[in-house]
């Protein structure tokens, strides 16, 4: 079973620092994407990564694909309390092109 | 308007009882996905569909059906509600190509007692 590592499971800091977290596998993907999930509500995507060692910005935040396609990295540069939320990463596998797997996320707390 | 609604947004019922879940998209995908959601667990697929004809088991099929009335139309059954159904539902959707990337409702807080 091909899974996806969250890391870490909860992060609490405070506004203005900045942060990392990560996907990883040891499986290869045809395409890696992150989504933002806020309570009460459906996760919404922010980015597709198809290309190992691909970046790409949005805003403060920062993604990043392994250049082997088996793991990556979101970095929120000063972070602020509306990034507050679950962040999951999901991933096509290679093999199949009908669904996606999905980490089991990292909650991120940003304390005003 | 939201490309993709979910009804009811929140459901308590029995165990026993018979319970459907609807999606409806008009974002004109022929991709339809149900997930759910719960603690400490993740999303795990539950069904999905590629066309009105093609339907597809996901990783927790067991205790559910669906059926994909129309392209925009994917309603997910659960036929004898038990507790360990109480979870987070969503249903979402994906365009063409080999990306997948989902589109979700606003999901379903199911309770079953």
């Known amino acids: 079973t091909q899974l996806l590592e969250q890391s870490p499971q909860f992060l609490s800091i405070q506004e203005g620092e900045n942060l990392t977290v990560y996907c990883n596998s040891s499986?290869?993907?045809?395409?890696l994407q992150w989504y933002r999930q806020e309570p009460g509500e459906g996760p919404v995507l922010l980015v597709t990564?198809?290309?190992?060692?691909e970046v790409k910005k949005l805003k403060r935040l920062t993604f990043q694909f392994g250049d082997a396609r088996k793991d990556s990295s979101l970095h929120i540069t000063a972070a602020q309390p509306g990034d507050t939320g679950l962040y999951l990463c999901?991933?096509?596998?290679?093999?199949?092109?009908?669904?996606?797997?999905f980490g089991k996320g990292t909650r991120l707390h940003i304390l005003p | 308007d939201a490309d993709v609604t979910q009804t009811p947004r929140n459901r308590i019922t029995k165990t026993g009882k018979r319970i459907m879940l609807e999606c409806s998209q008009t974002?004109?995908?022929?991709?339809m996905y149900w997930y759910r959601q719960d603690p400490g667990l993740g999303l795990r697929l539950i069904y999905y569909?590629?066309?009105?004809?093609?339907?597809n088991k996901g990783e927790i099929s067991d205790g559910y059906s669906v059926s994909r009335q129309a392209q925009a139309k994917f309603s997910l059954s659960l036929e004898s509600a038990i507790p360990n159904q109480t979870a987070l539902y969503f249903c979402?959707?994906?365009?063409?190509?080999?990306?997948?990337?989902?589109?979700f409702g606003p999901g379903t807080r199911l309770t079953v007692t």
């Open positions: 979402a959707t994906s365009g063409g190509g080999t990306i997948l990337e989902q589109y």
């Open positions: 499986s290869v993907f045809s395409s």
């Open positions: 990564v198809v290309t190992g060692g």
């Open positions: 999901a991933a096509g596998l290679t093999n199949r092109d009908d669904k996606i797997i």
């Open positions: 974002k004109g995908h022929d991709r």
């Open positions: 569909s590629f066309d009105v004809k093609d339907i």
